[in-house]
């Protein structure tokens, strides 16, 4: 998890006393209790502060008192505060159902293909080898998007995979234009869109499609997947590539956990309470159906050169936010567990199959020490990293991306070549990329 940020005061394990509250209140406020002390209490006469620092009335817990301190005096309580309260001031700003949508199966392409898995209708395609099963001398790729992604973030790639092997990219419920069901007695949301239900859902299109075992690519949460798939089902798992994987560690820093365990009971608590917690999604993701500024600042994020956000790629990625319960899904899936995602990496150890991870130097939502740290917790893994690249290297680098895919399945011996391929390869910049 994220901790808070550095506009939280560092606190002692206990309550502090007079001489130490001067050190760190507002001075108006420290001046206000440098009053004589109560003996008996040894509490400032204050009534006030009394009631807050007295754990014989309140028998409140040290991290408890320790995040009211810091919460209290934190330079952006104000904003914080803004955030707190928003979902319940703005609840009816839309209205309670939304009318421009369609079915997904009407905005799919000419190489769009669905299938039933688990009860709901999944999107996906397929490229290369298109024999019912797999092709035993050539291996096939399972391409897992990132949050907010779909068949169209792995669009640079699929014709390069697919000359050395099969190639199957599919959405991820609630994404891409896969359907979201309603909730119901017959349908289990949280099941759907948990890590385990992410997992079996891809090994189910595998068996769907014949395919006996594949290399699973990954990128951002797709990443997380894609380990959790191969920490689950090894023998289904001949290779792994993480791309700027979203794979992160729990934090187990005292406050820090404490502070975002109660945030995000409470924000679990506003997406649960009926119109609130919808149209706090609604409102959240409106500007990004209709505003192409606000979009192309959203999606800037991910990438380094701003130029590669094209109208192309806003298109791309804004056609999945008009398809039917576009809203419900995304409702859901917040709604889902999420421990078990922080859970991945502490068991990256057992991995045992080839692993390539590949990052960009300057990714600014999964910072580059996040993927050096899971390429050091699988044994015999390589790193790659991309310079002057961001969180898409498959999008901002694609020939360079593939290359060193076809290095890392030739080296391996999973398809045919020389095993004594070059281990380093240049990006397109000029500057080698990393590998370790």
Known sequence: MSTPSSSFVCLPSSPPTQAQRKSWLPRWLSKKNEKPQDSSLGQPKNR??????????????????????????????????QKMIEPWTKAFVYPKEVHDTVDPRKLAEPDSRFCHLHGIRVHFKTYGFHAARSTPDVPTFVLLHGLGGCTFSWREVVHQLAQFGRVIAFDRPPFGLS???LPNEKFNAGALYSLDGSCDLTVSLMDKLGVKNAVLVGNSAGGCIAAATTLR???????????????????????????????????????????????????????????????????????????????????????????????????????????????????????????LVIAGDQDQVIPL??????????????????????????????????DLVREFCVEHAMIPGCAEAAVLQLAPSGAPVQAV
């Open 48 to 81: 006030l502060w009394s009631a807050i620092f007295s754990r014989r009335q309140w028998q409140l817990s040290d991290n408890f008192i320790q995040f009211i301190y810091a919460a209290a005096f934190a330079t952006d309580f104000g904003s914080v505060l």
């Open 369 to 402: 020490s996040c993927s050096v740290n899971v390429h050091k917790r699988i044994a015999g893994s390589k790193l790659a990293v991309l310079p002057k690249c961001g969180h898409l290297p498959h999008e901002e680098f694609p020939s360079t991306f593939t």
């Open 233 to 355: 089902h090894p023998q289904r798992v001949s290779g792994l590539v993480l791309v700027a994987p979203a794979i992160l560690p729990q934090d187990h820093h005292g406050r820090h956990e404490l502070f975002n365990r109660l945030q995000q009971a409470y924000f679990n608590l506003v997406l649960r309470t009926p119109i609130v917690g919808l149209n706090y999604i609604r409102r959240s993701t409106f500007p990004l159906r209709t505003d192409d500024a606000e979009f192309a600042k959203e999606a800037q994020k991910n990438y380094l050169d701003p130029a590669k956000v094209t109208s192309e790629v806003l298109e791309g990625y804004r056609k999945p936010l008009h398809t039917d319960n576009w809203d419900v899904g995304l409702l859901q899936l917040y709604l889902a567990p999420l421990d078990d995602f922080f859970n991945v990496f502490s068991h990256l150890p057992r991995i045992r199959v080839p692993t």
């Open 179 to 181: 359907q979201r069901p």
